[in-house]
T-cell receptor, first 116, second 116 residues
Framework: NAGVTQTPKFRILKIGQSMTLQCTQDMNHNYMYWYRQDPGMGLKLIYYSVGAGITDKGEVPNGYNVSRSTTEDFPLRLELAAPSQTSVYFC???????????????FGPGTRLTVT | AQKVTQAQTEISVVEKEDVTLDCVYETRDTTYYLFWYKQPPSGELVFLIRRNSFDEQNEISGRYSWNFQKSTSSFNFTITASQVVDSAVYFCALSEATNYGQNFVFGPGTRLSVLP
């Protein structure tokens, strides 16, 4: 299993541009999460999803949108990028239903985004 | 509301010293889960351990050990005979069973530097 994969690894955006951060997991996990980690800080939850077609806001959702059309994919959309969105973005997943429930989250390698 | 406090922002030790990273949590739930993650300089988040609220047994894994005490709401992490490769930021996290999807709260992290 590749686990949780994220693309791109790095990106520089100009103010006002838009982009989508991709996240895919191949572990058949139903729960997926997006976090941001600002320099020297902990992780803050942006959005999460408990399954395909179901998403909900976390602590810091403003300026972002998500969708979950499949179990595997959970893209994060940034509209009208702002310097305050400069951060490292982590996608994570875990399994809640059926057998093999995982209470811990498994993280992707992160996407480092700079908005100038 | 749930909260995780890691009062030690940065710790420096010399190789082979023992070091304890403190974690204090707040929750109203009687069932919850505690976690430790490691973030090495490469940036990925590595799951280390999970502990259930109903299991206060301490755990040892090689040079790592964890001391869970419900009476003081603490879940401390000790590295014995530290090594340079232990240098990383360590995060403690809490998840309440009653609000699983949304509430996975991270502490601010403790940066550990192990000097040769």
């Amino acid at each position: 299993n590749a686990g949780v994969t994220q693309t791109p690894k790095f990106r520089i955006l100009k103010i006002g541009q838009s982009m989508t951060l991709q996240c895919t997991q191949d572990m058949n996990h139903n729960y997926m999460y997006w976090y941001r980690q600002d320099p020297g800080m902990g992780l803050k939850l942006i959005y999460y999803s408990v399954g395909a077609g179901i998403t909900d806001k976390g602590e810091v959702p403003n300026g972002y949108n998500v969708s979950r059309s499949t179990t595997e994919d959970f893209p994060l959309r940034l509209e009208l990028a702002a310097p305050s969105q400069t951060s490292v973005y982590f996608c994570a997943s875990r399994k809640e239903q059926g057998t093999g429930i995982t209470y811990e989250q498994y993280f992707g390698p992160g996407t480092r985004l700079t908005v100038t | 509301a749930q909260k995780v406090t890691q009062a030690q922002t940065e710790i420096s030790v010399v190789e082979k010293e023992d070091v304890t990273l403190d974690c204090v949590y707040e929750t109203r739930d009687t069932t919850y889960y505690l976690f430790w993650y490691k973030q090495p300089p490469s940036g990925e988040l590595v799951f280390l351990i999970r502990r259930n609220s109903f299991d206060e047994q301490n755990e040892i894994s090689g040079r790592y050990s964890w001391n869970f005490q419900k009476s003081t709401s603490s879940f401390n992490f000790t590295i014995t005979a530290s090594q340079v490769v232990d240098s990383a930021v360590y995060f403690c996290a809490l998840s309440e069973a009653t609000n699983y999807g949304q509430n996975f709260v991270f502490g601010p992290g403790t940066r550990l530097s192990v000097l040769p």
